[in-house]
């Protein structure tokens, strides 16, 4: 049987940048298999998905269980077919010192935010390879690249998923599969995952300025689908972070020594009675967007100028090729004159600067 409308899994889909991802890919007719913790949250988006012209069918699912994840892809593909498209998106964080963490806690997040997307792709792969066809989307982040302080769980998660993701894709072009994965990495985002993660500090935590809205993170998710990425970058903030850490990792480990506690943290103190998700989810419908409207981005030139590339890469020779024909008009002898002297030497006729 053939299947036209694209049938799509998404972990953690209940709220924030995964209820933001199920938004986007209903707007383009697909079926998706809902899957979250909360009943609540899950059942609100399924409504929403209908609405905006896609179908859904909500599944309540714990991402750390493996045999979870597995029979919750079974029942998509009994009520939807075969699944094109599987997105790992589910995380836990926890705002912290390593020294003020339990080990339970640091497994907590390891198992959801790593290991979640592990048993996710897992499941995937056991249905898409056997067709030769389907992607996988890790959500990854900027931190997948740079950790920062009291974040260390977090961090590490999305830098082994990176790593696992790396070997992976090795495989599979080394069995020529035509099964595609691509990560996207994020920056911070207005997500209510900064009202309900586990705080030890004092103060309220935020995300590291500047901040985006789900939705802009979310756009990207469905544009990888449908184009063969290796990797996707989303916002400029994390373009510089991962430059950054490449070029001046121990300058960057001294600016986050000074400034990433401060820069996390809001001015508001932390409510002791405030709901937390790390072992079970939050009652209740929590959307798309946490408590930083006013200050979040809804838009990425960054991920414009990622998307049309070519189109950036084609003006970009166009600019070099105008600039050459300039230099070889004003070149003694034209173009003859610039064979002869060459590129540098023509310049320097024009450009004192550049004389030696």
Not at 57 to 67: E, K, L, T
Not at 71 to 97: K, L, Q, Y
Not at 142 to 170: D, N, V
Not at 349 to 355: A, D, N
Request: aromatic share 6%; with cysteine; hydrophobic share 45%.
């Amino acid at each position: 049987m053939t299947h036209s409308r694209p049938v799509v899994v998404i972990t953690g889909a209940s709220a924030g940048h995964g209820r933001a991802v199920a938004r986007a890919f209903a707007r383009q007719g697909a079926d998706i298999g809902l899957l979250a913790r909360g009943h609540e949250g899950l059942e609100a988006a399924k409504r929403e998905v209908e609405s905006l012209g896609g179908r859904a069918i909500a599944v309540p699912v714990d991402v750390a269980d493996a045999q979870q994840l597995e029979a919750a892809a079974d029942t998509v593909e009994r009520e939807f077919g075969p699944i094109t498209v599987w997105v790992n998106n589910a995380m836990a964080s926890m705002f912290a010192p390593v020294m003020r963490m339990r080990p339970d806690e640091i497994k907590r997040v390891t198992d959801v935010t790593y290991l979640g997307a592990v048993y996710g792709t897992m499941a995937a792969l056991r249905r898409m390879v056997p067709r030769d066809r389907g992607t996988i989307i890790q959500v990854g982040s900027a931190l997948a690249y740079r950790g920062i302080p009291l974040q260390a769980a977090y961090c590490a998660a999305k830098q082994a998923l990176l790593a696992f993701t790396e070997s992976l894709r090795t495989e599979l072009l080394h069995d020529k599969s035509r099964v595609r994965v691509t990560m996207v990495q994020m920056p911070a985002m207005n997500t209510p995952q900064f009202v309900w993660t586990r705080n030890r500090m004092s103060h309220k935590a935020r995300p590291v300025p500047p901040i985006y809205q789900p939705e802009a993170a979310a756009e990207t998710v469905v544009w990888a689908a449908s184009h063969d990425r290796r990797e996707i970058e989303v916002g400029a903030t994390t373009v510089f972070a991962v430059l950054a850490n490449k070029l001046l990792p121990a300058i960057v480990d001294r600016y986050l020594a000074r400034k990433g506690y401060r820069i996390q943290q809001t001015r508001e103190l932390v409510d002791p009675n405030q709901p937390e998700n790390l072992w079970k989810p939050v009652k209740g419908d929590h959307g798309a967007h946490g408590p930083f409207d006013e200050k979040a981005l809804s838009r990425s030139p960054q991920v414009w100028t990622t998307r049309h590339r070519s189109m950036m890469l084609a003006a970009a020779g166009l600019g070099a090729l105008a600039a050459l024909s300039m230099v070889a008009r004003r070149a003694p002898g034209g173009l003859a004159g610039l064979r002869t002297t060459g590129l540098r030497g023509a310049m320097a006729t024009r450009i004192p600067l550049l004389r030696t």
